[in-house]
């Protein structure tokens, strides 16, 4: 699943906020996102196809036309492929990168509290 140009996502599929953060990036987005968590086979291939150290910086990685990003950044390209209600999000990511990667993690730290669930089936309604 996924050509070359396509966005897929790799998400921590431990938490309860993850199934509500892709459905969140599912409707924003105007291109279909493929989302997996990262404990699956297909996440094990894209890493060793994409070799790179950042892989385990993250709880949601999106890889498309070969390249990886992660944390602020990865949800900066899900939202560059945004419908367009949506479009004037994007203006958020003119904040510097290390703040945006700073919100990022407390929130990727806190993400069990936020949703208060400690499962979750990223897929479970496709």
Request: glycine fraction near 6%; proline fraction near 4%; aromatic fraction near 12%.
């Amino acid at each position: 699943m996924g050509g070359a140009n396509s966005l897929v996502v790799f998400i921590d599929g431990d938490c309860g906020f993850c199934q509500w953060a892709s459905g969140i990036l599912r409707r924003i987005s105007a291109e279909e996102l493929a989302i997996y968590p990262q404990s699956t086979a297909l996440c094990k291939s894209y890493q060793e196809k994409i070799p790179d150290s950042r892989w385990s910086l993250a709880t949601v990685q999106v890889v498309t036309n070969g390249r990886l990003y992660i944390k602020s950044a990865a949800i900066a390209e899900v939202l560059k492929h945004a419908k367009w209600p949506f479009l004037p999000l994007r203006l958020v990511f003119l904040l510097p990168v290390k703040l945006l990667d700073h919100m990022y993690d407390f929130v990727a730290k806190h993400r069990y509290f936020f949703n208060g669930k400690e499962a979750c089936e990223i897929n479970s309604k496709e």
